[in-house]
């Protein structure tokens, strides 16, 4: 697993929004979603706008996310794996999906998107993640969102409190640079 600030350091944009509109790439390459930015935490979007990016990993339309992103070159992935786009395909499909890609894609395959959601359990928002690959500061509290627990999502998955995780990552000693 990667820490939180890993994560962070590596995105170029960290963006909260609605996930608009989604649709499969062309030679097989994954799917493209456009997401409306409520908030911009890290990078030059801003709030009101719509940014289109890639993800491995299946989205809901319609539901909110908070977002790590990278260039789709140079995407934070922090182990080498054959299973991983481009590492384990043919040259010519690695260049096909790189030309018909998005230029932002969602950090560590996929796992850098939070989606945010209300449970069974309570009223609150919380940001739902894979707890696997994402470490949380301690101070977050983590919990895990069991199958009795949760609704909107088809994996046990670790989950915090959506506002503490805005709260930090909106600090400036976990802010970088735009």
């Not at 960290?14 to 990078?43: F, H, P, W």
């Not at 850098?112 to 609150?124: D, H, I, L, N, P």
Request: hydrophobic share 40%.
């Amino acid at each position: 697993p990667v820490e939180l600030s890993e994560l962070s350091e590596a995105s170029d944009h960290i963006l909260v929004g609605r996930i608009e509109m989604g649709q499969v790439i062309d030679g097989n390459c994954g799917a493209q979603y456009i997401v409306r930015i409520t908030e911009s935490l890290k990078g030059g979007l801003k709030a009101g706008s719509s940014a289109l990016f890639s993800n491995p990993a299946p989205m809901t339309i319609g539901s909110n996310y908070v977002l790590f992103l990278g260039k789709d070159v140079a995407a934070f992935a922090p182990i080498v794996s054959k299973n991983t786009l481009g590492a384990g395909t043919s040259p010519e499909r690695a260049e096909l999906c790189a030309k018909n890609r998005p230029r932002l894609t969602v950090n560590i395959w996929g796992k850098g998107a939070f989606k945010v959601s209300g449970t069974y359990e309570t009223a609150e928002n919380v940001a739902i993640f894979d707890d696997y690959m994402v470490r949380m500061p301690k101070d977050l509290e983590p919990r895990k969102l069991d199958l009795a627990k949760r609704y909107d999502t088809d994996t046990d998955v670790g989950a915090v409190d959506f506002e503490s995780l805005r709260a930090l990552l909106k600090s400036p000693s976990t802010r970088q640079p735009d």
